[in-house]
């Protein structure tokens, strides 16, 4: 009997070592996207004439999210227009060398679009499997 236990603590010891690294790993990686984020704060808004990025947020997990507001009001983008955009982030996600410490990290990234009356459009999310 006393094998039996000694067996189940040395499983559950075993299983609580493997959390703590686990989490460990993940408040690493976040830790990491609030820098990134606080860095990327001081320098908004980012973007050109048609668009602006106005926030970053982090999470939750390995999650970053870019809001960006657009110069068109959110009726007037059509499911094409949504659909072109996705595609672009995704190919920017996968090809730019900026996106490969999110990429390298396992973070998804969004794009959250906004119109300038704050309405949401359309939300771009690519994670490192999306790419090809």
């Given amino acids: ?63 970053f ?14 499911e094409g227009q949504k659909s072109h955009h996705r595609e672009v982030k995704r190919s920017l996600y996968c090809s730019d060398p900026d996106m490969k410490f999110f990429r390298d990290r396992g973070v998804t990234v969004v794009f959250s679009v906004l119109d300038e009356d704050g309405t949401w459009i359309d939300d771009a999310a690519t994670a490192p499997s999306d790419c090809r």
């Avoid at 320098?43 to 947020?57: M, R, T």
């Fill in 65 to 78: 999210t870019y809001v960006v507001a657009s110069h068109l009001l959110a009726k007037k983008w059509t």
């Fill in 1 to 63: 009997m006393r094998r039996i236990e000694a067996l189940f603590a040395m499983a559950a010891l075993a299983f609580s070592t493997n959390e703590v690294a686990v989490t460990d790993a993940e408040v690493e990686v976040e830790q990491q996207l609030e820098l990134v984020a606080r860095e990327l704060r001081q320098k908004l808004p980012l973007g050109n004439g048609s668009a602006l990025i106005v926030s970053v947020v982090v999470g939750p997990g390995r999650r």
